[in-house]
Each structure stands twice: as C-alpha cells, then as structure tokens.
C-alpha cells in the first residue's frame, strides 16, 4: 500500500539514523579514551555508555516495543508461522512460479486464500486452524513473496496476479471454490472478475476483506496528500527501493530487530487491541518481503481499478471492513457493499488493516455463517 510504502522509507531512515549514531559514539569514544584531561575522560564515557546501549537497543528493541505496544489476553491461541506440509510449485509463461498449499478436509467444499502484498499464504494462521477442519484450504503465494519464484518479465500487474489466481484455480482441481482475499488479495479477485468473467458461474462465494475497488491512494487516509504526490514522489521512492533492494532489506530486518518496524505495524495495520505476538508475527512476515517486490506491487497497484465491474459481479460476497483501518478506509468496503448486487457487509471494531488476526474469532464466525448461508 502506498502510505504503508512511506511508513517503511521512515522505519528504515531511523534505523540507519540510529547506526550512524552508534557509529559516531564509538568514535567519539575511541578518539578520547586516550586523552589526559577529566573532560575528555568523562565524555569518552558517556559516549561507550551510549554506544553500549544503542547496539543493545538495535539487537534486541523489539521485545521492548512488543511489551510496551501489545495488550494481554488470556488464553489467546498466538500465532505461528507455519505451513502445511502439502505444497506444489506451479511454473508460469513468465518464469515465476507459484508455491500452493493444500490443507484441510480434501473433497469437501473449497476455500481458496489469496494474501496481502508484503505479506505471504502464512498470514493465515487463526483461519487454518479454523476452517481447516471441514473444508479443503488452497493457499497462494504471490509471486516474489512466501516460496514463489519471480518473474522474469518483471510484471506486477493485477492482471498478471489475476492470471496466477486463475491458474491456480485450474491446478488444484476446485469445483466451485470459494476466494477469499485479504488487501491486494482482495485486489487480485476483482481483477479477476474483470478479466474473466465468463469464469465466474464456477465461483461460489467471494470473501473480500480490507481491501478497495481502486487505486489505493484514493481510499487510505492522507488520500489527498497521497495523489498529489502519487507521481513526483511515490514512484521515484519505489524506483529506488528496487534499485537498493538488497540493502533496504537488511535495513528492514534491522527494523524489525530494533522495533521500529513494529511500532509502524502496530500503527498503521492494528487498532490496539493485538497480542504481543500478534503484532510481533505479523511484522515478521512483512520482514520477509524483499523491498524490490514491496516497491513493484505498488506500482502495480497505481494502475488499478475495478470501480466499473462491481455491479456485474453476480457472486455472493462477503465483504468484511473495519473501523480504524488506515490502509483501506471502511467507506470503500461501504461503496463495493453498495455496488455488488448480492453482498453483505460486517465491520470490525476495533480493528485496523489486519483485523482477522487482531479480531480472528470474530472474522472466522462472520465468514462461518456466510459460508453456511451459501
């Protein structure tokens, strides 16, 4: 997401702040450890001292962040990041190839999972568990994330996404799956009912949570801001994450190291009310994400829009908003409720961006009982 693409560059300027700091401070120590003078003593102590504290921040930050940002509930199942232990690859014209899992009950009805961008199929956690006790579970990795490979073309369009969304579709075999999609997983299922709709008669039900019909600049907070600075400022910035990728990415594990990172997930994605390991989990998985990947899917995301399809889209929907999500602002889930002819809106509260981690039994139970009415 573009606003979530800014709070990233910020995570990553204060952790190459903090170790240029810590670098100066062991200079500075080292060029008067020496010296005769009290002044030159004393200060060449002050500086070890907050040199020392620096590393020790920048290695171990975040379980400081994670206890001072989290809130305790008894008896929460915390999340792990796990796989099931079935899983194909499935190459593409474009040389990537796309991982796919398979869990759950096989033969019975089929949910297919789509992820958010900068994160991977793992992010599923509480639904696994949940559903994967009466329903075959078919999990994606988008391309440059989780398992799956690149391609060698470059192309992060939605309508290649939608393309690996219908491909996988194809593979595993489902007989009218059900799609559920999480952001740009929500992204690539209304693309995918633009560029096939002829398919859509073997769809059972869509499930689109925190996610928008258009160009996400338009329905994040600071949307104003965001479009006017969409080309001068947001693509330079994705240019060079992907020509820095490689540092950038050091630099990210380093924030989440250190905790700035979590303290940006916890703002942007959460509305307060996730677990330590919740949010601990969910900014791990974005760690994972390369930022050349992060900064292409944005790219491909200024070029989206499925205003247009909503209304002939003849699928039972489930569209599932929340009250504070930064990244998708709830009045998009209210114009695609109000668009698609056969949909239903629940709203989360409070919940942010990542609101079926944060209010998972909530979101399990809303899907349960959509899944039962079809």
């Known amino acids: 997401?573009?606003?979530?693409?800014?709070?990233?560059?910020l995570t990553n300027l204060f952790t190459i702040a903090f170790i240029w700091l810590d670098v100066y401070l062991w200079r500075q120590w080292y060029l008067h450890k020496d010296l005769l003078t009290e002044h030159d003593h004393d200060y060449a102590q002050r500086c070890l001292i907050g040199a020392i504290v620096l590393v020790v921040y920048l290695l171990i930050g975040k379980s400081i962040i994670r206890l001072l940002l989290s809130k305790t509930r008894l008896g929460e199942d915390e999340?792990?990041?796990?796989?099931?232990?079935?899983?194909?690859?499935?190459?593409?014209?474009?040389?990537?190839?796309i991982n796919i899992e398979h869990g759950g009950v096989k033969g019975k009805q089929t949910l297919v999972f789509i992820h958010g961008w900068n994160s991977n199929s793992m992010q599923w956690y509480y639904q696994k568990k949940y559903f994967g006790k009466s329903?075959?579970?078919?999990l994606m990795d988008h391309p440059g994330l989780g398992k799956s490979k690149r391609p060698d073309n470059k192309d992060y369009s939605l309508e290649k996404l939608a393309a690996d969304l219908d491909a996988v579709i194809e593979q595993s075999g489902t007989k009218d799956p059900i799609l559920w999609g999480h952001s740009m997983g929500g992204f690539t299922i209304l693309t995918y009912c633009k560029v096939y709709p002829h398919k859509l008669a073997k769809i059972k039900g869509l499930i689109l949570e925190h996610t928008t019909y258009t160009n996400p600049t338009k329905t994040s907070i600071l949307s104003g801001l965001l479009k006017a600075i969409q080309n001068p400022v947001l693509k330079p910035i994705c240019w060079i994450m992907i020509a820095l990728s490689h540092v950038l990415w050091l630099s990210r594990w380093m924030?989440?190291?250190?905790?700035?990172?979590?303290?940006?997930?916890?703002?942007?994605?959460f509305a307060g009310t996730q677990t330590g390991k919740q949010l601990d989990f969910t900014s791990f998985l974005s760690a994972m994400a390369p930022p050349a990947i992060?900064?292409?899917?944005?790219?491909?995301?200024?070029?989206?829009?499925?205003?247009?399809?909503?209304?002939?889209?003849?699928?039972?929907?489930?569209?599932?908003?929340?009250?504070?999500?930064?990244?998708t602002k709830l009045e998009a889930s209210v114009t695609m409720s109000n668009s698609i002819q056969k949909s239903r809106l629940v709203t989360l509260a409070p919940a942010g961006h990542m609101g079926f981690v944060e209010r998972h039994a909530e979101v399990n139970e809303a899907v349960s009982g959509f899944l039962n009415s079809l």
């Open 1 to 9: 997401m573009p606003i979530l693409l800014l709070a990233y560059c």
């Open 79 to 97: 999340p792990k990041a796990e796989r099931f232990e079935e899983q194909q690859q499935l190459s593409r014209p474009d040389g990537s190839i």
């Open 135 to 138: 329903y075959h579970l078919v």
């Open 255 to 269: 924030s989440y190291l250190n905790g700035n990172m979590l303290i940006m997930t916890r703002f942007m994605t």
């Open 294 to 327: 992060t900064a292409r899917g944005v790219l491909g995301m200024f070029n989206y829009d499925a205003t247009y399809v909503l209304d002939q889209i003849p699928v039972p929907t489930l569209i599932i908003g929340a009250d504070t999500d930064r990244l």
